[in-house]
């Protein structure tokens, strides 16, 4: 079973339309992360969580909100849906240790592929 | 502030050895990430270095000058299956207590026969 789900794998919504994206890891990780990937873009940090009780935004917060339900989960949620929000979704997670080790990769999610109309 | 720049494509043949390279400007390095990402996939973890010098995993490879702001993925005995995207992500020392990465666009590479 993969460490690191997120569902939908695909979704078509229309602009105006609230849409959740939710994310579940087993990894036991404390630091979960919600990107975005647009082509020729990279990866944009949009939030991100060091535990339960904590919430950051990250490079492009604004349109989207986040709930940390639990350890594992982590879900991002888009209030009302428009065109440029059509992208490639992704969840990451990472164990939060020391700095300056190997062990503080991220690992990500499938991804989820959003199409807003 | 911070940039990442890599070369958006690159083509080489099976067999051949490529590297693909990453240049970076940051306030207060803190280690650099390489991720291999196919098409429509997750990225998947390839290497990581925070000091100077080459880090060698099987038939890739990773080097970090801190200096010069570089580091380098190179690819040996190239596969078709190597053909994907190279995400070069470095962390800051203001960042290194969140675990934050700045992404670079990512290099796509097509390996062909």
């Known amino acids: 079973d993969a460490d690191v789900t997120q569902t939908p794998r695909n979704r078509i919504t229309k602009t105006g339309k609230r849409i959740m994206l939710e994310c579940s890891q087993t990894k036991g990780h404390d630091r979960m992360y919600w990107y975005r990937q647009d082509p020729g873009l990279g990866l944009q940090l949009i939030y991100y969580s060091f535990d339960v009780k904590d919430i950051n935004k990250g490079e492009i917060s604004d349109g989207y909100s986040v709930s940390r339900q639990a350890q594992a989960k982590f879900s991002l949620s888009l209030e009302s849906a428009i065109p440029n929000q059509t992208a490639l979704y992704f969840c990451?997670?990472?164990?939060?240790?020391?700095?300056?080790?190997?062990?503080?990769?991220?690992?990500f999610g499938p991804g989820t592929r959003l199409l807003v109309l | 502030g911070q940039n990442i720049d890599q070369p958006t494509e690159m083509t080489a043949t099976e067999g051949a050895i490529v590297q693909i390279n990453c240049t970076y400007q940051?306030?207060?390095?803190?280690?650099l990430f390489w991720y291999q990402q196919h098409a429509g996939e997750a990225p998947t973890f390839l290497s990581y270095?925070?000091?100077?010098g080459l880090e060698e995993k099987g038939r890739f490879s990773s080097f970090l000058s801190r200096s010069k702001g570089y580091s380098y993925l190179l690819l040996k005995e190239l596969q078709m299956k190597d053909s994907a995207s190279y995400l070069c992500?470095?962390?800051?020392?203001?960042?290194?207590?969140?675990?934050?990465?700045?992404f670079g666009q990512g290099t796509t590479l097509q390996v062909k026969p």
């Open positions: 992500a470095v962390r800051d020392r203001r960042s290194s207590n969140t675990g934050k990465l700045i």
């Open positions: 940051t306030s207060g390095f803190n280690g």
């Open positions: 270095n925070v000091l100077d």
């Open positions: 990451a997670t990472s164990e939060g240790v020391a700095e300056g080790s190997a062990r503080e990769t991220q690992y």
